[in-house]
């Protein structure tokens, strides 16, 4: 069972000056969770090397079992530290891909010709594609062999309208997720804020906010059995 996970390679948080990326609980709780099952994890990004890691995910409020566990995993902070560079993967090499989220990939991995071709070809192959909050932004142009949009009549979920409108950011963000998934055609659902919330449909799996991120994973890998 070979599951690549994409991460950003953004950092700049619109035009705020802060700084964004990678949300750590949402890379760190799949990471464990696909480990733990025996998966064969590889990860990417646009850029490849470290991927930036959005340092409000750093904060001691928002830590749980799993990142706790990577920051005193040296093993898993080496494989972090030298992500592959995304155009350079292949399809055919991964039975499943993860999307973790954090406000970075609305910037690059949405609009990233190597991910929406990689996605494209997953999905066209019956492979499993699974992103979680922000990440499931990378769904707004990859097309289906019919043209259609990949989302389109998929029940959908990601990060909300009043999530963003929460933390502040929804005039800084280049698209609200929740829009694009509805414009794109999906059947967008949704939880109370910063509840867990999962959908599948067929061979896409979403997730709303960085609580669903574990069960994320875990659906992923059910969809894999």
């Known amino acids: 069972m070979k599951i690549l996970m994409i991460l ?7 035009t705020t000056g802060e700084k964004t990326g990678f949300w750590l609980e949402e890379f760190a709780s799949p990471y464990y969770v696909f480990k733990d099952a025996g998966a064969e994890i590889t990860l990417a990004s646009p850029h490849g090397g470290q991927p930036p890691l959005d340092p409000k995910s750093d904060a001691p409020d928002f830590q749980t079992e799993a990142t706790h566990r990577f920051k005193s995993d040296s093993a898993a902070q080496a494989v972090l530290a030298n992500t592959l560079v995304l155009a350079a993967v ?3 090499d991964y039975d499943a891909v993860f999307y973790p989220g954090g406000h970075g990939p609305l910037w690059d991995l949405a609009e990233d010709a190597a991910s929406i071709a990689l996605i494209e070809v997953m999905l066209a192959a019956g492979k499993p594609v699974a992103a979680v909050c922000h990440a499931p932004g990378v769904l707004r142009h990859p097309k289906a062999p019919d043209g259609s949009s990949v989302v389109q009549g ?3 979920t990601g990060f909300s309208n009043s999530e963003e409108e929460a933390v502040g950011l929804t005039e800084i963000v280049p698209f609200l997720v929740e829009d694009m998934l509805k414009e794109c055609g999906g059947k967008y659902s949704k939880a109370k804020d910063w509840h867990p919330h999962v959908v599948a449909d067929g061979l896409l799996i979403t997730g709303q906010n960085p609580a669903s991120s574990e069960p994320a994973a875990k659906a992923l890998l059910e969809k894999l059995s």
Request: zero cysteines.
């Open 90 to 92: 292949t399809a055919v």
């Open 154 to 156: 998929k029940k959908v």
């Open 8 to 14: 950003t390679s953004h950092e700049n948080l619109g």
